[in-house]
């Protein structure tokens, strides 16, 4: 979650809003999961560095990269 409050991840600036919205979603994964706020955050910041490098709107892309997230931890550990 380290890049996500810096608001540097791989480059990309975070919008001050999007801070709270990232940390949050992190947040709810890591608790609806059963996983470490740290593993979540690891796939989260790379998947929405992905993610941003693409998109034109920027309002939806927690909750698309929080679902590809849940997907990626559910083929790595069943």
């Given at each position: 979650?380290?890049?996500?409050e810096r608001g540097d991840m791989q480059g990309?600036?975070?919008?001050?809003?999007e801070?709270?919205?990232?940390?949050?979603?992190?947040e709810?994964?890591?608790?609806?999961?059963?996983r470490s706020v740290s593993e979540i955050s690891l796939h989260y910041e790379r998947?929405?560095?992905?993610l941003q490098k693409g998109?034109?709107?920027?309002?939806?892309l927690s909750v698309v990269a929080s679902r590809h997230v849940r997907d990626?931890?559910?083929e790595l550990h069943g």
């Open positions: 979650m380290a890049a996500i990309d600036q975070t919008r001050d809003g801070v709270s919205v990232h940390k949050a979603a992190i709810a994964l890591a608790v609806a999961m059963g998947e929405i560095a992905r998109a034109r709107v920027h309002d939806f990626i931890l559910r």
